[in-house]
């Protein structure tokens, strides 16, 4: 069942966090379901400019809409991820999306709100929810490339602002994380008082973590011993979900490390069958693999287990 963010973020709020998991391809659907049953957890599939683009918008949809047909228990949104305003308003139009992102948080403050505003007044039309972004990320995410030197948190005391001027109906807030691979060094981590500090200007108000990839060691080590080249590789600890969660994050992005998992699971597998020419078999080891890995990423979210409650609360 295709639901709204806002049907799961008024049932999350201040308890859990729902996974965003960006997906490319017919495995890694069928692995995210399959995951999300299994832990019997709500969760949102993130698609990016890239992955509409990676085949065709129209195949990627299809294949979601089938999974939503093979596994009716589940519930989940259909999220685009870091969209422009062109982008936006081609999703908006679509009549398949229940929610867009609209990021454009390189733009100065005032031109932020004015995008995000007019995507808003689109969007809200067909009854369709936007998360909007304050301050920058840093690291890079297919189309968005930030260095660290231009990276910078959100300000908070420009949230409440920015999100009443701009009527988003979540906001994704700069606090440390940063997309792909290498998001740390050192003792660096995530800056919980700038958090509680938006919380306090935004009280009840769904805040959103990107680029929050837990990089597992074990997954660096083993792509690594098969012929990977991934050295300084360090993501968020995913021990700290549930502090955020507390703090107002209901939405939690995930995508590098569905990326480690099949590179992991496609270079052991070829090395270790180097005969093999059939893509179904490796295939089917990664759908396997994914959903465990699902499962696991939910306990951390706290998502795990409130299926059967969030479908009563939406019926």
């Not at 297919?142 to 906001?171: I, M």
Request: with cysteine; glycine share 8%; charged share 25%.
């Amino acid at each position: 069942m295709i639901v709204t963010t806002k049907d799961l973020f008024k049932a999350a709020y201040g308890k859990y966090a729902i996974g965003a998991y960006n997906i490319n391809n017919l495995e890694q659907t069928m692995g995210l379901f399959r995951g999300n049953i299994e832990s019997q957890s709500p969760f949102i599939i993130q698609i990016s400019k890239g992955a509409r683009s990676y085949s065709d918008k129209r195949m990627l949809e299809g294949i979601i809409r089938a999974a939503d047909e093979i596994f009716p228990q589940a519930i989940f949104a259909v999220h685009l991820d870091h969209g422009d305003e062109k982008t936006c308003y081609d999703c908006i139009e679509s009549g398949f999306y229940s929610s867009v992102m609209i990021d454009a948080s390189h733009e100065s403050f005032d031109e932020n709100i004015a995008i995000t505003k007019r995507v808003v007044d689109a969007a809200h039309a067909r009854n369709i929810v936007v998360e909007a972004e304050l301050g920058q990320l840093g690291g890079v995410e297919e189309h968005v490339s930030v260095d660290e030197a231009n990276a910078k948190l959100t300000d908070p005391r420009q949230a409440r602002e920015f999100v009443e001027r701009s009527g988003c109906d979540s906001l994704a807030c700069a606090i440390g994380t940063s997309h792909g691979a290498f998001k740390f060094s050192g003792s660096q981590g995530l800056h919980f008082d700038v958090l509680a500090d938006i919380q306090k200007q935004l009280p009840g108000f769904p805040l959103v973590m990107h680029g929050s990839s837990s990089v597992p060691q074990d997954e660096v080590a083993r792509i690594n011993a098969a012929g990977g080249n991934l050295k300084g590789a360090k993501g968020v600890d995913d021990n700290q979900f549930r502090q955020a969660a507390l703090l107002g994050v209901t939405k939690i992005n995930i995508d590098t490390d569905g990326r480690l998992v099949w590179t992991r699971v496609h270079r052991e597998y070829f090395r270790d069958f180097p005969e093999n020419f059939d893509l179904r078999p490796v295939g089917k080891v990664f759908m396997d693999e994914y959903a465990h890995f699902i499962a696991a990423k939910n306990v951390k979210l706290g998502s795990a287990g409130h299926l059967a409650e969030l479908a009563k609360l939406i019926s």
